[in-house]
Structure formats: C-alpha cells, structure tokens
C-alpha cells in the first residue's frame, strides 16, 4: 500500500492564480482531510469528507474548494491565490472520525 | 467549538530524562483522545491514543494519562533518547468526530 500520496511537492504560484492539489489514498478510508500548517504553527482543517459526494467545512474553508466523488481521490482546489495561502498542505485519511488519521507528505506552496 | 490548549510549547530535557507535555480541552464530549509526532519536515505520525473509558495506556517509553474531571491529558516520555526529538501534537476529538490540534510543543534531547 502506498497510504497516501500527494501531488505536486511543491510549487510557486503568482497572486491570483488557481491551482489544484491532489490527494489519494489506498486504504479504503471513508474519512479524509485537508490541513495547511504555517511555520511553526499547529494544523488547521480546511476541509473534511466523511465518503464520495460529502463534505464539510472546517476551521480556515476560505478561499479554497473540495470535491469527493471517489473513495480514494480528495482534491483541494484553490482559486484566486494570496500571500496568506502560502502554508504546508497536509492530507489525511482515517477509517472513521475517531480513529488513527494517516497523513501524507505534504505539499509545500509559496504564493507570490 | 473545542479550544485545545499545549502546555509548555518549548521543552529541553537531558538525554535518558523523563518529559511530560499537557493538553487540556474545553469540549466535555470529547472522547478520544491521540498525540502526533512530527520530526523536521517530516508528516505527523500517531504515536499513542486513549479513549474515555481507559485512564492510562503506555507502550513502551510512551504512555498517555486522562483526567476527563479536569479536561486534560499528557503525554509522558521516560528514558529520553535523541531520536525522541520533534513537535509533538494533542488532537482531542468530540462530538464532530473531528480532530482540533493543538499548537504543539517543541521537544529537544540535549545528549
């Protein structure tokens, strides 16, 4: 099992492009999720799934946009990037809720 | 919303030394209750989880302690070794069967 991968690693944006971030996962989880973790800092949910075709908001929704219409794929979207998205995108899967959350890499992404 | 607080955020322990990183919590119906390690760019990784109706769970060096009451519980480290060196974060979870982490806490093995 590959867990879950993350594309791309990292990328540089300009102010006001658009981008897509991919997330997959091999495990058959119906829970995923997407954080950003700023320097320093502790992880905030931008969004979160519980299976295809449902999610939900978390702490920091603005200024991106989910999808879910397969178990394994959870792509965030941003559109109109800013200075303040620049953050460590991490993706994550679990079983359910309250269980063991399996993160992947991370995608680094400086906005300029 | 559930307010997660980490307590101390930098701690430096000699190499073999026990630490203890608190985490205290606001929702009463949080129930499970998980620490993640994070190295230096690395992703976070669960290292030891507890639910409500267990006080104490330990694996190895690594044990976890719960005090529902006063809404927090620790993460206790013994025999300290270098590697043990990372951000460790609390992630309580209540009733919106989400995790809320905490700000972490930076650990340091000085050998």
């Known amino acids: 099992n590959a867990g879950v991968t993350q594309t791309p690693k990292f990328r540089i944006l300009k102010i006001g492009q658009s981008m897509t971030l991919q997330c997959t996962q091999d495990m058959n989880h119906n829970y995923m999720y997407w954080y950003r973790q700023d320097p320093g800092m502790g992880l905030k949910l931008i969004y979160y799934?519980?299976?295809?075709?449902?999610?939900d908001k978390g702490e920091v929704p603005n200024g991106y946009n989910v999808s879910r219409s397969t178990t394994e794929d959870f792509p965030l979207r941003l559109e109109l990037a800013a200075p303040s998205q620049t953050s460590v995108y991490f993706c994550?899967?679990?079983?359910?809720?309250?269980?063991?959350?399996?993160f992947g890499p991370g995608t680094r992404l400086l906005v300029l | 919303g559930e307010n997660v607080e980490q307590h101390p955020s930098t701690l430096s322990v000699q190499e073999g030394d026990s630490a203890v990183i608190k985490c205290t919590y606001s929702?009463?119906?949080?129930?499970?209750f998980p620490w993640y390690k994070q190295e230096l760019g690395k992703r976070p990784q669960l290292i030891i989880d507890i639910r409500s109706n267990v006080g104490e769970k330990k694996d190895q060096r690594i044990a976890v302690t719960l005090n529902k009451t006063a809404k927090h519980f620790s993460l206790h480290i013994t025999e300290t070794q270098p590697e043990d060196s990372a951000v460790y974060f609390c992630a309580p979870a209540g009733g919106a069967q989400k995790l809320v982490f905490g700000q972490g806490t930076r650990l340091t093995i000085n050998p």
């Open positions: 799934s519980v299976g295809a075709g449902i999610t």
């Open positions: 929702d009463s119906a949080s129930n499970y």
């Open positions: 994550a899967s679990s079983v359910q809720g309250k269980e063991t959350q399996y």
